[in-house]
């Protein structure tokens, strides 16, 4: 049997539960360096390990690989998307729809109090130009509460994707946070009845129902959308004929760029919902605004639990995150504490190490692959991308309610002041098709390169616009309201600027289109970057940057009142255009690097071998042993493959 020797050149990781438990994998490692051995004749119990752990299905009698010649001539196109992936992106419609079908009356329901001469539960009367309200603590503390709620529910997620990762899977996960927003949807209810809003008393409930569902939507957010592009287990480009004769390759780039698309639609078909709550707010109070989300979200349960049995399930593996740790800290040690450099992780390799004679960390066998530390790499050039987001949210309709106080302060004609907010969704809903079904695959037609990061690039661009087109309106609100330049909170005359609501809509729907370019970028990017063990996990820090944005809107909130709201929309529409060339020319290479990248069968079952290893030198240094079966396993793989050799 092996001894603890071996170690001088194998390393490995904690056996991932799927592979007891075997769901299909994602497993998108890079190769390791392990010099490749000739082919040897593998067990029964090598090929079953291959089936569980190969990330996609790999026939090549059905699924034919492109040749070198196929690449570069045919025409790539997205593959097919499993029925359950549509049904999990109405499972996200329907969440999304009753957070935002209540977010979006925050604003209202906290800055203004009970309209004078209105029904008591917080509408105004009819036909005049006053906002619907509750609570009346002033712009300021509705401006602070929706960044609030914004920050938690986009930090929570970190948290929320930790639990997923490394304890409970992404599935369970799920369950419990539409739990806990379904408890926070009755509470704030409650809250908004008119008798508790008359009574002075709508606080405290409403403060514990927005806590609780910042709370569950961050634990919901960073695990539904890996959970459904894990759906799609045939992650491999492959050739076919189609009905019209035409050979063409199915390209998982593509595919995942539509389920995601598909997805961001329907986030934002849920968010459409807003427009309702928004009429419910004006036209009957806030009760109804909030129940007409809860109603919708009481239906979760019931189809998460429909779905169960045909779900794929990803079992959580801690061992991935506590690893990217141990490359982190090995890498900085070997740089001697240099942060940055060319090639910095390649001094954290297994192979590069045990040339130097390291073959163990803090005093145990490394844990690690070369491949590993390759993932790492790529994860965090992920996560560098997604520190350009901030700004480029803060553009995306400006900081807070900054939009909403806008609108307050034009004619609306009885509309809501935050009516226009609702056209982002629905911009979005009709340009997503478009760009799915028509701009795109035109593109790939006419081999026209548009890369993720000129996606990203040129979403940046549109948010610029559309900031530029945010502080012009603002000018001409000051220039021509009764209170110039304090327009917000006007009285003489009618209160308002005669510009009317409808001039808000260039700014929104440029905020909207430059989202399907960024957002559904940076989700494709999140999941297809990052290793098996950490989609969840690298999908939060991407969310994070939103509540990084909306810290930003937090530190700007001083200044976010009269008469300095040009500059807050100007400002960051220059920040942002500024950041935009720098970010081109930073990332520009990686429109040509690799989507995705994959494991062939000979890693795996190097990994696989390695995983056994050092479960057995764990077993004899805890003073058990290891089972005669197990220790067969080991045996069977190692007669298959031979030793591990360190890459060049």
């Known amino acids: 049997m092996a001894n603890t020797g071996i170690f001088a050149d194998i390393v490995a990781t904690q056996p991932p539960k799927d592979v007891v438990e075997p769901h299909g994998s994602n497993a ?24 569980a752990r190969r990330p996609s299905i790999v026939d090549p009698q059905e699924y034919p690989p492109p040749t070198d010649e196929e690449r570069s001539t045919l025409r790539k196109v997205a593959g097919s998307i499993p029925s ?61 509460f929706v960044l609030l709620f914004y920050f938690l529910s986009y930090s929570v997620p970190i948290y929320g994707a930790y639990v997923a990762d490394v304890q409970l899977g992404r599935y369970k996960t799920i369950m419990i946070g539409v739990l ?14 008119p008798s508790v809003l008359q009574a002075g008393k709508g606080m405290a409930p409403f403060l514990i129902s927005f806590f609780m569902l910042a709370f569950g939507a961050g634990m919901f957010k960073p695990n539904i959308a890996p959970t459904v592009l894990d759906q799609y287990v045939h992650q491999k480009e492959y050739t076919k004929v189609l009905k019209s004769g035409e050979k063409v390759i199915m ?32 036209d009957v109070g806030y009760w ?26 990803k079992a959580p593996d801690g061992s991935v995150l506590t690893n990217v740790l141990k490359i982190t800290g090995m890498a900085i040690k070997q740089n001697k504490f240099k942060l940055w450099g060319k090639g910095y992780f390649d001094a954290a390799k297994p192979s590069v190490l045990a040339a130097k004679g390291i073959t163990t960390f ?45 609108g307050a302060a034009m004619t609306t004609n009885g509309a809501p002041n935050d009516l226009l907010t609702n056209f982002n969704p629905l911009t979005i809903i009709v340009v997503i098709p478009i760009l799915s079904y028509g701009v795109y695959p035109m593109l790939r037609k006419y081999k026209i390169k548009f890369g993720r990061i000129s996606r990203i690039t040129f979403g940046f661009i549109l948010a610029s616009i559309s900031g530029a087109i945010g502080a012009i309106i603002q000018w001409r609100v000051y220039e021509t309201s009764p209170c110039g330049y304090y327009a917000s909170s006007c009285s003489i005359g009618t209160g308002v600027s005669p510009l009317n609501i409808w001039w808000q809509i260039p700014n929104v ?57 040009i500059w807050v929309w100007a400002g960051l529409a220059i920040a942002l255009a500024v950041q935009t060339v720098i970010f081109y020319w930073t990332y520009r290479k990686m429109d040509n690097d690799d989507f995705m990248t994959y494991q062939d069968d000979r890693e795996i079952l190097e990994e696989h071998r390695r995983d056994l290893l050092v479960r057995q030198v764990d077993s004899v240094e805890s003073g058990g042993r290891m089972e005669g079966t197990e220790a067969s396993k080991i045996d069977s793989v190692e007669s298959a493959m031979g030793p591990a050799q360190p890459g060049p």
């Open 84 to 144: 359950v992936a549509y049904w999990l992106c109405i499972v996200e419609f329907a969440e999304r729809a009753s957070y935002y079908g209540v977010q979006t009356v925050f604003s209202n329901f906290t800055e203004f109090p009970l309209p004078a001469g209105g029904n008591g539960a917080g509408a105004p009367p009819r036909g005049t130009q006053e906002t619907a309200g509750a609570l009346g603590q002033g712009e300021q503390f509705a401006n602070a």
């Open 28 to 51: 998108f490692a890079l190769n390791d360096g392990a010099a490749y051995q000739p082919e040897k004749r593998l067990s029964v119990y090598d090929e079953k390990i291959l089936e």
């Open 362 to 406: 803090n005093g145990k066998p490394i844990s690690w692959t070369d491949q590993l530390v390759d993932d790492t790499v790529r994860t965090y050039g992920a996560c560098t991308i997604f520190l350009y987001f901030p700004i480029w949210y803060s553009n995306d309709g400006g900081i807070g309610n900054i939009l909403a106080n806008q």
């Open 180 to 193: 806990i927003c379904g408890v926070a949807h009755v509470i704030m209810i409650g809250g908004a009845a």
């Open 509 to 565: 729907a440029l905020g909207a289109i430059s989202e399907c370019f960024c957002n559904v970028t940076a989700y494709e990017i999140a999941y297809a970057r990052s290793p098996k063990g950490m989609k969840a996990v690298v999908m939060a820090l991407f969310l994070f940057n939103t509540a990084l944005a909306n810290a930003l809107g937090e530190v700007l909130t001083p200044v976010t009142v009269d008469p300095h709201l």
């Open 251 to 282: 390209d998982p780039e593509s595919t995942v760029q539509r389920i995601m698309l598909i997805f961001y639609g329907l986030i934002n078909i849920g968010a459409f919902f807003a427009l309702a709550t928004t009429y419910c707010e004006k």
């Open 288 to 313: 109804l605004a909030f129940l007409m989300p809860g109603i919708l979200y009481f239906l979760l349960p019931t189809l998460l639990l429909i779905l169960n049995k045909h779900i794929v399930k």
